[in-house]
């Protein structure tokens, strides 16, 4: 059973910059799609990002597209999510969690719902506020 341990949160301004660590414990991290989700307040928790399990591959939502980036170490069985340029609807409380299904070549997307994952750490929050 893997468990997911997120951190990193913490306040920053409008353009800065976080880096967000989820650390897996237990078995098989390399065999699993990761990915960041987010939830802000009062709002249903949204798709961010995912890494393929070979680390080659990523995918981002296009509000967060070219100011994120992921990648995972699997000697640190770690995945990250650096966050440039964040803006105040950044703000929310992160979580990383593993797709309970492979990301084939041959689709362009990965697993973007919800209930595709599994193994949710407890979350880090981000704020992005002056």
């Known amino acids: 059973q893997l468990q997911l341990v997120e951190s990193g949160g913490g306040l920053v301004q409008p353009g800065g910059s976080l880096r967000l660590s989820c650390v897996a414990s237990?078995?098989?991290?390399?065999?699993?799609?990761m990915g960041w989700f987010r939830q802000a307040l009062g709002k249903e928790r949204e798709f961010v990002s995912a890494?393929?399990?070979?680390?080659?591959?990523?995918y981002y939502v296009d509000s967060v597209k070219g100011r994120f980036t992921i990648w995972r170490d699997s000697s640190q069985s770690t995945v990250f999510l650096q966050m440039d340029k964040m803006t105040p609807e950044d703000t929310a409380r992160y979580y990383c969690?593993?797709?309970?299904?492979?990301?084939?070549?041959?689709?362009?997307?990965?697993?973007?719902?919800?209930?595709?994952?599994?193994?949710w750490g407890q979350g880090t929050q981000v704020t992005v506020s002056s």
């Open positions: 969690a593993r797709a309970m299904r492979t990301w084939s070549s041959d689709i362009p997307e990965p697993p973007r719902l919800e209930h595709e994952y599994a193994n």
């Open positions: 890494v393929s399990a070979n680390g080659f591959r990523q």
């Open positions: 237990g078995r098989d991290f390399d065999f699993f799609v």
